[in-house]
Structure formats: structure tokens, C-alpha cells
């Protein structure tokens, strides 16, 4: 392969944080490097994910606290928001970000190609903009990173306007008073949670028989318990059925054991999963396989065909930010032949949901370890019992351990509560590290903070916890 | 300052050796690279040189002097301008019992430390590895393995996770035979499963004695042990070489721990013999057949790479070079010289090479890389008209080739019987590393470039 302006070692098609950083770290390794991006570098994560949401969540937790001042001493009058100025903060977040993605691209001397790109053969990549062709480009190793999208549902079809996927609900004009959220995965909880701190009336709509189905069903029960103390209405076991739009509200039709129910709203969120953008990148072109919306790859992130990986959301779920980057670091350093190249090890992959309270988990859950056959020594901590959370006033929560009772190995960790998805990462070491449980009992947590919660949740599963 | 010569370590495996002769005598000037004495180690007799300048000043071990241990001071060398009453400030030795005169005064400055004269000999090549390609952006194969997951150099530490430390220790298996796949080859969880899936591993035995080399004294093989044993019969008795001492030890330990298995094979060498007379005859090259064989046998490791490999608790370890080491009978034991890249070398190479190493082995005069290492050994008997014989493989070898005589045989050939020249050939395989298949695949390929000796001539 001629070294031409159009040839690259490496070639990431699609700009999010996986192939991003993807790049970053084939530069680092001293590869020719190109990003294909057609909307803007960063991603959805950045862009219209993780990033502004944060931003969002972290405007309602201030609302929140405002408006409990009183407890902490404070007055504070008149308390209001203008949500176009948070609207606003939250873009200029996501743009510094964005903006960022492109500072270390030129820092990598990454070549950014702007545009939409498929590939069109054997390490080979078109790109066009706008419907015409700009560029071919050939690259030895070619990454897709293209991501992934709102699932929609047959009947309730999102339309921008009154039924909102993700997009829309991150730059409302206004706060509606009345909001459905179809979906209680992360996204939707993160979404709930933001709409009732800001003050709408917030009804979640589950399928299944519990929100945040993936987590523990401890702490599903706790979230649920705790959203609706806020105020929150949840439906669990719950279909829709019909989406009735209005002139400005939309009129939703549940389904509950055989029973229907009408509910009238302002606006809709769906948030019923995500599928991976398989379309349109030419992978009909390629022995790699596609399978439920999503690229069939191996631990290294290979596809069925020579010199192509997928990497992310596209490859399926975990649907995180920080699994993305991951594999965007291995595959590279899997091309790249390093030693310390090591696949994913997806038990200790960890995830957070910016709720409040927040949650966090790594891991089995209790009933996910029993079915794979593990005894279990569980342990399990309230905020209640630390010092730090009374001082917060976040006296809300808990911190859940599980052990293989024979080996001592940690299953998995389960925390809601303030803060916990700034913990996680102690117990993601501990997986890491394949420590047992008399390490983490050995191990010094600093007085007071939080995360003592989580040393005396493993007391808690062995010989008793100190502080309860 | 006067500098002390220590006891040389001249082998991997030595600890001990015996000072046979004293090359210099006390007040003799010594150069760098003077042989100052020669010492008989548990494999040869080696010359040991002088690294420093200087004067011998004292000889503390007298020739013959057996049992002496690596490091032990055997001789004080002066420096230039010392004189004797400087041995004073030399490090007693604990062979030198006698007390040294009162130092006189003498006007030596006090100098940097005295080196280490003793030659540290590098590893053998056969445990070399090559080293970690550095740096990232290498198209790098995997890491030499760390013997033991990750037993660092001398150091016993094992590096393992907690976790697989604690179900190495449910399931009693020994972490030593556990490859460690982590970080810096630490070994993780996944490594115990995947070895107790395996059940490869070694499971950790009740505690036993660890072996010891027959000793003299009260043990129970001491001399007054088996002449008992032998129900007191008369005996001469033959003092135990090092070299003695190294077989005994080597050969226990190769049958006790290497699960040894056979396969023989019957070669036709009718061709060889002819391509042998007929090079004799017309081009006045004199071959052995046992050049034709080590050729021949390098040849088939090249086609068979498995078959030239080592075991480690770690992992296999396939050698890049076929380095043959070829059993030479020594008056009192045995040694095998190594023919390097027998592989790439041509048929009179290796009989000059073999000739001259047989020579210098038999009169103790190989250097340690000429006999240390080696990927796979042949021992030939066939000059004794041995038919067949199975030989001990010779760690960390994976295979030794027993070859017998080429004796004339009724073969059927063509559906006809008829006088043939058959050689025997036995392969002794390390089960851990050859598997049958293996093995047999190996001697077919040996038995087709022996029984085609032009191959041998390319």
C-alpha cells in the first residue's frame, strides 16, 4: 500500500468515545491515523449522552438542594429557573467537550475526515457529505465505531415534537408539566428523575416486573420506593399500547394484566433500548455478520472479515461510554500486537445511572449469581450507618455486597445512594484485581467518607458490620 | 590490596568442585589470562584463568584438594608492589589455619575493593530466552513466560491474584505449575480454572523428602548400606567423580520426573551405506554413519518443530535452534558435546565438528557452551552391536534418539525376502512435551531422510 494523503494504518469510522480513543491510542502506537465523523467528534456521549445529561442532573440536584435549604440552615427565597439557561449550560458542556475531542485529534496529528463513510472494499472506505463523494480512502486496519440509536416501537414512533427520544429531551423549551417516559433502563430513569427535580409530574412505564431491570432487585425496589416518594408514578408489568397525539399532549393507552388505562401527558420520552447503526456502512460488502442490529465480533473485537473490527455500542450492550472505550483501546492494541493486550472482561465492566439517588453496580446481581450456581455470602450497609451521608443529608441508600461463599470472591456490588456512582470504581479495582473478601477487609477506608459504606458492607457479609 | 581468588562456579549446576592441579606455584607472576589451575567440576575438567595481574602470594587449597565450594577463597594474589607481608590484610581464609605473621607496616594504600575474580558463567543456552521485545508499537510474540507465574529471577515469589491463590489452595494444586496469563504474568483466576479444567497442572503432593543426590555417609544408599544390601560380598571400591556424581543425580531425576515413552523404528540403510562407500570410495570423505544420523535427525526436528521443544511449568517451549547433543562415552561416565545448527551444517562440518568435540571431551577439555544446553540428544550404541536400546532422556531435552547397529537382516523387500542393512532407532519421548503422534511423526520423517541419504547431501 502506497503511503498516499488517502492511506492509513488505521481508519476509525465514527467519532464517539469508542473511536475516539481508538485513534488516540493508535496514534500513541505510531500508526497513521484518520477519524471518519459526520455529525460532530465526541459522539452521542458527548454531544447528546452522558455529557449534557450530567449537566441537566446536576442543574436539578442544585434545584433539589435549593429547595431543601432550610434543612441545611439556609434560606433561600423565590427559588425559579429559566430552562433555556440550563438548556444552555448544558450545550456549552457538550460543546467544550466536543471541541476538546478535536484539540487532542490535531494533538495526535489525527486526520478528522468530515463526513458519512462507508467502506467499499477490502480496507477500503468511501466517504461522501451531503450525498456526494469527497473521498477514498484505504486503510490497513479499518475500525467501525458507528454507534448506535433510539430503538422506536411499531405504533409509538417518536416524533420530535410531542413524543421525544432522548434528543428532544435534553433541549426541552420548556419544562413540561406532564411527562410519560416509556423505559426504565438508565436512560430513562436519568430523564425521569431530571423532569420531576424540575417539577413535572412524571409517570415511568415499565414492561417488566421492575425498574432498572438490570440492577439488583434490592436496589430496584429501594429506587422505585425512593421515586415515588418524590412523587413520581410508576407502572411496573406495564405495556403501551397506543400513543394518541393531541394538538399539545399526547393521550397513552396502558396495558396492566389484561386491563387498560388512559393517561394524558404533555409530552412523551421513549426510551425503550437502543440498536446498533449497522446501515449504510457497507458491511453487505464484508464477511462480517450482523446479528439483532449488532456487528458479531470476537474478544478482540474482529469481525468475520480480515482487518475489520467494531467496537461499542455497535457491537452490543453493555451500551456504555466507558466499554466503548475499552474496546477501542483493545482492538487497537490487539492490531498493534502488544503483549498487554487483553480482552474485555465484561463482569467487571461497570455501570451508573445519574438518578437521584444514584446507582451504581458491578457485576452478578444476587439472583443473577444463584442461577449461575454460586452460594452466596451477601452484605449490605445503609447510608443510615455512616457518618458522612447524615453530614450530606443523604441518609438515603445502601451499599450491597456479593461473595461466592466458597472462594470469597466478589460477585458484584450493588450501591443507590448519594455519590455512589463515584464509588463504584473502588469495587471495579477490587474485580480487577480478583481480591477476596479479606483483602477488602483489610483494606483502609478513609473516616468519614462514603465509602466506608462499602468496607462494612463486606463486614457485613463475613463477620459483622461495626457500625449498625 | 591483595585480591582472593574464589572457587569458580564453572557450570550452571556446580557447587562444588575439586582442585586437580595448581598450573602456578606461590611467588609465580601472573597475566591476565594465565591459567592459574585446573579444576574438576561435575562435568570436565576446566583451566581456570586469571582475570587480574599480579603474584601469586598464597596458595590456600592444595592440589587434589576434593569437596570445595563455589566461592571459597583458593589463592591470594598480590598486585603490583605488594610483597607477602600484604597477605596479612587479606581475608583469612578458612582453609588457612595457620595464623599470618604480624603485618609489618607496609606502605599500601588502602585501594578500592578486590573484584571477583571467579568467571560467572552466562545460563546455558538451552534456558535463554529471548528477550521482552521492548516498548510498545512491537509486533511482539508473547513474553517469554515467567517460570511459576511470574517467579521473578532467583526470587521465590509467585505473583497471583488473591482469588486464585485461595482456589489454587481448595483445590490443592500447585501455582508452580500454573501459567500465569495476567499483567507481568501474574496469574489470575481464569489461569487456576483453566488448569484444573486441564488437569495438567500439578496438584500439590503430600509433603515428601525432597531428593537428594546419593551421598556418602549414613543414607540409604551410604556404601555400608549396599554392601549389606549385597549381602556383605566383597568390593574394590571406585571413588565418586563429580561427573559420577552429576549422572546419578541427572538420571534419577529424568526417570522420576519425566514421564519417558518409546517408539522404535526399523531403518533401511542399504542406500546410506552405499552413499558412505561410494564418498569414501571417490571423494575421499570419510563420514560415520552417526554423522549421517545427527544430520539426518536435525533434518526430521526442522520438519517436526514439536519434537525440538522443551517442558516448562509454564509452557512449552519450541527451540529455534536444533542443537544436537551427541552422547560421548567417557572412560568414567559420560558428556554430550553439542553439534549447534546441526540443522544447517553439512555432512563433513558435522564429522569434523563431532570429531574434534570427541577428542577434546575425552580428554576433558571442553569448554561449558560445548557440552551445556542443546535441543535433543542422540545416543548411539550400535558400534557395540546394540540392536535396540531405550536411552534416558537427558532434561530438559524433550527426546533422546537410542541408535542401534546397522546389522544385516532378512528384510521382505518387494515381496521378496532378502539380506538388508537394518538399523534400530529407539525415541525416547517426554510425554509432557512429545505426545505419541508426535513422536511417531518424527521417527516416520527421521526414517525417510535416513532411508534417502541424498537428501543428506544437499
Known amino acids: 500500500m502506497a503511503d498516499t494523503p488517502n492511506t492509513f494504518d488505521t481508519i476509525v469510522l465514527g467519532g464517539g468515545p469508542g473511536g475516539y480513543v481508538a485513534a488516540i491510542r493508535a496514534a500513541q502506537l505510531g500508526m497513521k491515523t484518520a477519524v471518519i465523523e459526520r455529525e460532530h467528534l465526541g459522539g452521542i456521549c458527548l454531544n447528546w449522552g452522558c455529557i449534557p445529561t450530567k449537566a441537566l442532573l446536576r442543574t436539578s440536584e442544585v434545584l433539589h438542594l435549593m429547595q431543601n435549604a432550610a434543612a441545611f440552615g439556609l434560606s433561600a427565597k423565590e427559588i425559579s429557573f429559566d430552562a433555556k439557561k440550563v438548556v444552555e449550560r448544558s450545550r456549552k458542556v457538550a460543546k467544550q467537550l466536543s471541541d476538546g475531542v478535536g484539540f487532542l485529534m490535531r494533538k495526535h496529528k489525527i486526520t478528522v475526515i468530515d463526513g458519512q463513510g462507508a467502506i467499499t472494499g477490502p480496507r477500503k472506505l468511501g466517504v461522501t457529505k451531503n450525498g456526494k463523494a469527497v473521498g477514498e480512502y484505504q486503510a490497513k486496519n479499518v475500525i467501525l465505531a458507528t454507534g448506535a440509536r433510539a430503538r422506536s416501537l411499531p405504533g409509538l414512533e417518536p416524533d420530535g415534537k410531542l413524543v421525544w427520544t432522548y434528543k428532544e429531551a435534553m433541549v426541552p423549551d420548556a419544562i413540561p408539566k406532564s411527562l410519560l417516559v416509556i423505559g426504565s433502563g438508565a436512560i430513562g430513569i436519568e430523564f425521569a428523575s431530571f423532569y420531576r427535580d424540575m417539577g413535572a409530574a412524571v409517570t415511568v412505564v415499565e414492561v417488566l416486573d421492575r425498574i432498572l431491570p438490570i440492577e439488583d432487585d434490592e436496589v430496584s425496589a429501594f429506587a422505585q420506593k425512593q421515586f415515588e416518594k418524590q412523587g413520581m408514578t410508576i407502572h411496573v408489568g406495564t405495556n403501551v399500547k397506543a400513543l394518541k397525539k393531541g394538538k399539545d399532549n399526547v393521550t397513552a393507552t396502558l396495558e396492566k394484566g389484561g386491563k387498560s388505562s388512559e393517561i394524558t401527558v404533555d409530552r412523551v420520552i421513549l426510551a425503550v433500548g437502543i440498536v446498533g447503526n449497522v446501515e449504510n456502512i457497507g458491511l453487505e460488502k464484508t464477511k462480517a455478520k450482523v446479528e439483532r442490529t449488532h456487528v458479531v465480533v470476537d474478544e478482540w473485537l474482529q469481525t468475520g472479515e480480515p482487518g475489520l473490527y467494531a467496537i461499542g455500542d455497535l457491537v452490543g450492550s453493555p451500551w456504555l461510554a466507558h466499554k466503548a472505550m475499552h474496546e477501542g483501546v483493545i482492538c487497537v492494541e490487539h492490531i498493534a500486537g502488544l503483549n498487554t493486550a487483553h480482552p474485555l472482561e465484561p463482569k467487571n465492566v461497570p455501570g451508573c445511572t445519574y438518578c437521584r439517588p444514584q446507582v451504581a453496580s458491578i457485576g452478578l446481581t444476587e439472583k443473577a449469581a444463584k442461577t449461575a450456581g454460586h452460594e452466596v455470602k451477601v452484605g449490605r450497609f445503609p447510608f443510615i450507618g455512616n457518618g458522612k451521608a447524615i453530614a450530606l443529608g443523604e441518609p438515603e441508600g445502601f451499599v450491597k455486597t456479593v461473595f461466592d461463599a466458597k472462594t470469597g470472591e466478589l460477585l458484584g456490588a450493588h450501591m443507590i445512594g448519594a455519590e455512589v456512582t463515584e464509588l463504584i470504581q473502588g469495587f471495579a479495582i477490587a474485580k480487577t484485581l480478583e481480591t477476596t473478601e479479606q483483602e477488602l477487609m483489610r483494606t483502609v477506608f478513609p473516616h468519614p467518607t462514603l465509602s466506608e459504606m462499602m468496607h462494612e458492607s463486606v463486614l457485613a457479609a463475613y463477620t459483622g458490620a461495626l457500625h449498625i | ?458
Open chain 2, 1 to 458: 590490596m591483595p585480591i582472593e581468588l574464589l572457587m569458580p562456579a564453572l557450570s550452571p549446576t556446580m557447587t562444588e568442585g575439586k582442585l586437580a592441579k595448581w598450573s602456578k606455584k606461590e611467588g609465580d607472576k601472573v597475566k591476565a589470562g594465565d591459567v592459574i589451575a585446573e579444576i574438576e567440576t561435575d562435568k570436565a575438567t576446566m583451566e581456570f584463568e586469571a582475570v587480574d595481574e599480579g603474584t601469586l602470594g598464597k596458595i590456600l587449597v592444595p592440589e587434589g584438594a576434593e569437596n570445595i565450594a563455589v566461592n571459597q577463597p583458593i589463592a591470594i594474589l598480590l598486585e603490583e608492589g605488594e610483597d607477602k607481608s600484604a597477605l596479612a590484610n587479606a581475608p583469612k581464609s578458612p582453609m588457612a589455619k595457620k595464623a599470618e605473621a604480624p603485618a609489618a607496616k607496609a606502605d599500601v594504600k588502602p585501594a578500592v575493593p578486590a573484584p571477583v575474580t571467579a568467571p560467572t558463567p552466562s545460563k546455558p543456552a538451552a534456558y535463554s530466552v529471548p528477550p521482552p521485545q521492548a516498548g510498545e508499537g512491537a509486533k511482539a510474540s508473547p513474553p517469554p513466560p515467567r517460570s511459576g507465574g511470574g517467579l521473578g529471577g532467583d526470587s521465590s515469589r509467585i505473583f497471583v491474584s488473591p482469588l486464585a491463590r485461595r482456589l489454587a489452595e481448595q483445590a490443592k494444586l500447585d501455582l508452580h505449575s500454573v501459567t500465569g496469563t495476567g499483567p507481568h504474568g501474574r496469574i489470575v483466576q481464569h489461569d487456576v480454572e483453566t488448569a484444573l479444567k486441564g488437569g495438567g497442572a500439578k496438584r500439590v503432593a503430600a509433603p515428601s523428602a525432597p531428593f537428594t543426590p546419593p551421598a556418602a555417609g549414613g543414607g540409604p544408599l551410604s556404601k555400608a548400606a549396599v554392601y549389606a544390601l549385597a549381602g556383605n560380598t566383597p568390593f574394590t571400591e571406585i571413588s565418586m567423580t563429580g561427573m559420577r556424581r552429576t549422572v546419578a543425580k541427572r538420571m534419577v531425576e529424568s526417570k522420576t520426573t519425566v514421564p519417558h515413552f518409546y517408539l522404535t523404528i526399523d531403518c533401511d540403510i542399504d542406500p546410506l551405506m552405499r552413499v558412505r562407500t561410494e564418498l569414501a570410495d571417490a571423494a575421499s570423505t570419510k563420514l560415520s554413519v552417526n554423522d549421517f544420523v545427527i544430520k539426518a535427525a536435525a533434518l526430521a526436528l526442522r520438519k517436526i518443530p514439536r519434537a525440538n521443544a522443551s517442558y516448562s511449568d509454564d509452557a512449552i517451549l519450541l527451540w529455534s535452534e536444533v542443537n544436537i547433543a551427541v552422547a560421548v562415552a567417557l572412560d568414567d561416565g559420560l558428556i554430550t558435546p553439542i553439534i549447534k545448527n546441526a540443522d544447517t551444517k553439512r555432512l563433513p562440518e558435522i564429522s569434523a565438528e563431532m570429531k574434534d568435540l570427541g577428542l577434546r571431551a575425552r580428554a576433558g577439555k571442553l569448554k561449558l557452551t560445548e557440552f551445556q544446553g542443546g535441543t535433543f540428544s542422540i545416543s548411539n550404541l550400535g558400534m557395540y552391536g546394540i540392536k535396540d536400546f531405550a536411552a534416558v532422556i537427558n532434561p530438559p531435552h524433550g527426546c533422546i534418539l537410542a541408535i542401534g547397529a546397522g546389522e544385516q537382516r532378512p528384510v521382505v523387500k518387494n515381496g521378496q525376502i532378502v539380506v538388508g542393512t537394518v538399523m534400530g532407532c529407539t525415541l525416547a519421548c517426554d510425554h509432557r512435551v512429545v505426545d505419541g503422534a508426535v513422536g511417531a511423526q518424527y521417527l516416520a520423517e527421521f526414517k525417510k531422510i535416513i532411508e534417502h541419504p541424498s537428501v543428506l547431501l544437499i
